[in-house]
């Protein structure tokens, strides 16, 4: 699977953890940086450009790292064709996937530890969307909203 990883100065140090293992797993990866520690940098100038690769399906699935995670899932879902989440969990990793059809995990460097990222990065890219009548129902509802703020 192609990959794209992005991530500001609160996301870094996870970033550059998980880039490698990304790698030994067998994904093609593409980073939208940062490439080097500055504490003055602005997530939205590393997780737009990814949103958009996705949303281009120039990659197949995003993972953004910032501080809390937070500020990466909000630039993200601005993109159309994004469905972006936060997830620190087990479940929701694979569940935003296999019900929503979650194409970009973002996380928090400074939320959660290695360990818990890698399982919860894991979890999401084996995950796959369902395409159940109930949640492709629910999906295109969302993207009508999302087609009307175009």
Known sequence: MKIGIAGD????QLKQYLSP?????????VDFGASEQNDQDDYPDFVIPLAKAIANKEVDRGIAVCGSGVGASIAANKVHGVR??????????????????MNMLCLGGRVVGNNVAQEIVETFLKAEFTKAERHMRRLQKVQEVENSNQ
């Open 21 to 29: 293992l990304l790698k030994k797993w067998g994904h093609e990866i």
């Open 9 to 12: 100065h609160g996301g870094f």
């Open 84 to 101: 972006s989440a936060l997830v620190h969990d087990h479940f929701s990793a694979h569940q935003g996937v296999e019900d929503d059809d």
